[in-house]
């Protein structure tokens, strides 16, 4: 079946702008969880959503980002004010209900996003 | 909050030896630890994980340990493969509503033919 989709694969954009990334879960997975991928770094956690409970924010760096799961399915990572550390690989991933809490287990392939 | 440790971050090893890496982690609570494998501009990958109790894990040529006590543990890969250069990464996950996973910074195995 189908995996984790993001898009875009790539975004290019000026410092200043405002950019959106976008996941798409595997269908009936109800934990949703982006994190992100500095070139020769780890990942590094920025959110997790889980059902319909609030989501964990506690890795979001600054308020210039926030997320949004609309309808327990597609999720939104909104980056206001783009700077140029912001660069990075953005990555999504998903797991289905009962799975470990805090475990992502299918990622996708990210959004590569480069700030000029 | 928890501080994961990977060395080394990179690792050369002959086809067909054994390459391990190793990862500390700082909070006690952690009783979660999987590994992923991450081929050259694929997505991660999860491979094997292990909980806090149990000592050790082996599926194929792969193997975890664990050590509480020490607060450490390893990836083992036994007979390796050129398929098997990748960037590994550790993680930990803290027990108790920290829903989410901290990773180590990777480790990238070369196989050499």
């Known amino acids: 079946g189908a995996g984790v989709s993001q898009s875009p694969s790539n975004k290019v954009t000026e410092k200043g702008k405002d950019v959106e990334l976008r996941c798409d879960p595997i269908s009936g997975h109800t934990a949703l969880y982006w994190y992100r991928q500095s070139l020769g770094q780890g990942l590094e956690f920025l959110i997790y959503?889980?059902?319909?409970?609030?989501?964990?924010k506690s890795g979001l760096p600054s308020d210039r980002f926030s997320a949004e799961r609309t309808g327990g399915s597609v999720s939104t990572l909104t980056i206001q004010r783009t700077q140029q550390e912001d660069s990075a690989v953005y990555l999504c991933?998903?797991?289905?209900?009962?799975?470990?809490?805090?475990?992502?287990?299918?990622f996708g392939d990210g959004t590569r996003l480069s700030i000029l | 909050g928890e501080n994961v440790e990977q060395h080394p971050s990179t690792l050369s090893v002959q086809e067909g030896d054994s390459a391990v890496i190793k990862c500390t982690y700082s909070?006690?609570?952690?009783?979660?630890f999987p590994w992923y494998k991450q081929e050259l501009g694929k997505r991660p990958q999860l491979i094997i994980d292990?909980?806090?109790?149990?000592g050790e894990k082996k599926d194929q040529r792969i193997a975890v340990t664990l050590n509480k006590t020490a607060k450490h543990f390893s990836l083992h890969i036994t007979e390796t493969q050129p398929e098997d250069s990748a960037v590994y990464f550790c993680a930990a996950r803290t027990h108790f509503g920290n829903e989410k996973l901290t990773f180590g910074t990777g480790t990238r195995l070369t196989i050499i033919p």
């Open positions: 991933a998903s797991s289905p209900q009962g799975s470990d809490r805090g475990l992502p287990r299918h």
């Open positions: 292990i909980r806090s109790n149990v």
């Open positions: 959503f889980q059902g319909n409970s609030a989501p964990d």
């Open positions: 909070d006690s609570a952690s009783n979660y």
